[in-house]
């Protein structure tokens, strides 16, 4: 006889979450696949078409190429922080997806005697949660720059913090808006709030309401994740590869994992809050993960297109725009959200 | 459940702090002073209050601890310097030891004489009390005046900052 604490709904959990986890490495992997596909239709070439159909197991064939690599590491670096620093972005990257919900409750056709919600957790300050651990992401960027002892990483390092630090703001400020409107900070009250219609067409997701909230959002979670044009802390014509100059093999593997799950969560917290989460016409409720895939889908596709198509800015243009530009727009649109909030009730 | 929890974050937080004074390379200060926040947090979420630990981490263990990273970093100091030789002699290390005993005791006479009965274990008070609604009403109601003091601080320290960190023209 099992425990009393092991009850159905835990065990359904549980696997809910390998499920999640699991998910979020096969979207890294799949990002990879995308990056490399999308990028070679943009520049005229079939990109890579041996391994699998279409390329899709290459991904896969360069992680056992990366787990077969040498672990190198630079003589005069701190060991213990070289080490941690991947581990660490890559905790925090898996971390922040924690409290997306990503679809309603479900009872699995009655199996389960309580209904069990689609995401990991359900924190009542899911927002919060997010920012915090975002901000966190970066000290993983940053020991690593510092602890291989190079100065292309050092000032990939720097580059990142700094960065990071000036878009942070406006990334809070976009959040703290739509936050007013929902009157809560919990992701799936956010995203509850937006279900119905205005004039039986137009959805009523935040991004009709918040439309420069969103283009902040998103603006500065390119920022966030280290996204061309921003790829400031890799450029790689100025500082090698930066922050990860000196990490081989699954080191390496763990930033880069890192970089495409950051960017999933960016995407699946903008879907949550702008684009009305698993919400969709059509399909029925039980389905709507479907609707949050595809939205999540589109939003990368978006990030790759805009990473093969845009230049890179030059840094102080990159910290002219966030402090002199952005800050101020979204400090404004803070300030006039909340008007239009207590003026309209 | 609760209770080792407690002592789990209890633990991390006093060896990390211990850990922060204790050993001489300042990289390695900065990140066990991260590591104590973070348990600080788990106490706080402990205390039904998840607000205040998120808090915690942004300000401070995401904010201000990569302030003090940047500054590590830029200086690239390695390790501490050696203490100056001459200041501590065995009789200042006696005295240390001491003040440092009556310190331990007076806040161990402090915390005894703490009453438990203070603090309310209703479930409908302490998440009253741990809303952020709640939080932000009496921040910008009862508080408005010590809120609106702080801000005006921070605001002379940005700009004595900004004045002493100008260049000459």
């Known amino acids: 006889m099992l425990p009393a604490f092991i009850s159905p709904n835990v065990v359904a959990h549980a696997v809910l979450i390998f499920i999640i986890f699991n998910c979020l490495v096969l979207s890294a992997a799949f990002m990879v696949w995308m990056e490399r596909k999308v990028c070679a239709y943009i520049q005229d070439r079939p990109g890579p078409n041996r391994v699998g159909p279409e390329g899709l197991l290459q991904p896969f064939a360069d992680v056992i190429k990366l787990l077969f690599k040498e672990d190198l590491r630079p003589a005069a670096a701190d060991t213990f922080i070289f080490l941690i620093a991947p581990v660490i972005s890559a905790a925090t990257a898996f971390a922040a997806f924690s409290v997306v919900p990503f679809g309603t409750e479900t009872t699995l056709f009655g199996l389960l005697s309580e209904p069990l919600r689609l995401e990991v957790t359900d924190v009542n300050v899911a927002v919060l949660v997010i920012f915090a651990i975002t901000s966190m992401g970066i000290y993983g960027i940053v020991l690593a720059g510092w602890s291989s002892n190079s100065k292309y990483s050092l000032l990939g390092g720097l580059r990142s913090s700094a960065q990071m630090i000036s878009y942070e703001l406006s990334y809070g400020l976009s959040l703290a808006a739509v936050v007013m409107l929902a009157g809560s900070l919990s992701l799936r009250e956010i995203v509850t709030n937006q279900s119905g219609y205005w004039f039986h067409v137009i959805p009523k997701w935040y991004i009709f309401l918040q439309p420069i909230g969103f283009l902040i959002y998103m603006t500065a979670g390119v920022a966030e994740t280290n996204r061309a044009p921003f790829d400031f802390p890799e450029a790689e014509q100025e500082l090698v590869a930066g922050y990860h100059t000196e990490y081989s093999s699954m080191s390496f593997a763990l930033f880069f994992l890192a970089e495409y799950i950051n960017m999933v969560t960016v995407s699946a917290v903008a879907t949550s809050l702008f684009l009305g989460g698993w919400l969709g016409p059509v399909l029925p409720e039980w389905l709507g993960w479907l609707w949050f895939l595809l939205k999540v889908f589109l939003i990368l596709f978006f990030y790759v297109w805009m990473r093969w198509t845009l230049p890179r800015y030059r840094y102080d243009q990159l910290m002219e725009f966030g402090w002199k530009w952005l800050l101020p727009v979204a400090v404004l649109n803070l300030v006039v959200t909340a008007a239009l909030v207590i003026w309209l009730g | ?169």
């Open chain 2, 1 to 169: 459940m609760d209770l080792i929890s407690f002592y789990i974050f209890g633990a991390i937080a006093v060896l990390a702090s211990l850990g922060v004074v204790g050993q001489r390379n300042p990289m390695h200060s900065v990140m066990l002073l991260i590591v104590s926040f973070g348990a600080l947090a788990g106490l706080y979420i402990l205390l039904d209050a998840p607000f205040t630990a998120v808090t915690q981490i942004i300000i401070y263990a995401g904010a201000i601890m990569v302030l003090f990273l940047f500054v590590v970093m830029l200086l690239n100091a390695h390790t501490e310097d050696d203490l100056p030789k001459t200041a501590l002699g065995p009789r200042a290390l006696r005295i240390g030891i001491v003040l440092s005993l009556a310190l331990g005791l007076e806040v161990a006479f402090a915390l005894s004489r703490l009453g438990l009965t203070t603090f309310s274990n209703d479930p409908g008070t302490v998440s009253a009390i741990s809303s952020v609604a709640k939080i932000g009403t009496q921040l910008f109601t009862t508080h408005a005046f010590a809120f609106e003091v702080t801000s005006i601080l921070i605001l002379v320290s940005m700009v004595g900052a900004v004045v002493i960190a100008r260049k000459e023209s």
